[in-house]
């Protein structure tokens, strides 16, 4: 991941069972998630949970995202959905992107984060399977 913001950036990563559905409307097809599982780590925390590390923009970083244990029955015609995005706001309280938390921060700064999925940065997504 690389980010213009020097601060503090946040990631969602999730999961989501999706189903296609066809619908009558004029947009045609649409479809139908729902979310199974998700990480929402800080960058500020790239390095330990107990020291503040503010990230450098422009800079790459490696992260590796932990979407808990959970269990998912696929049925035909379902798809599995990976979303990455840079907030949850309200699930989760705002970033500001500044480095100081929400309570210290009255001031947004606009975040622009990157995945790079190129040769030079390999990412992987583990997904265990059981047959039933």
Known sequence: MQGTCGAAARFV?????VKAEIRASLRGACEAACNITEGIPRARDHISTAKVVLIEPGKVYEYRIDLWSTANVFRKGHRIRLEVSSSNFPRFDRNPNTGNTTAESAELVKATNTVLHDLDHA???GLPIAIR
Do not use: L, V, W
């Open 123 to 125: 990412r992987a997504t």
């Open 13 to 17: 990563f999730s999961a989501r069972n």
